[in-house]
């Protein structure tokens, strides 16, 4: 997994699946959760992995 910081500064993580031929970014809060997520929990921002820092 990567660390990644949204626009605001929230940090989350990214971890990347191979399917299909493709590498698929998931965001994930915090490590060990449950539930991915598609959007910043602190601004709301759609996460898009070619804009995070």
Do not use: A
């Not at 990214?14 to 998931?26: C, E, G, M, S, T």
């Amino acid at each position: 997994m990567q660390k990644r910081f949204c626009e605001c500064g929230y940090l989350f993580w990214v971890q990347y699946l191979f399917q299909n031929n493709l590498f698929i970014p998931l965001f994930w809060p915090s490590i060990g959760d449950i539930k991915t997520i598609s959007t910043c929990p602190h601004c709301g921002r759609r996460l898009d992995i070619n804009q995070l820092r």
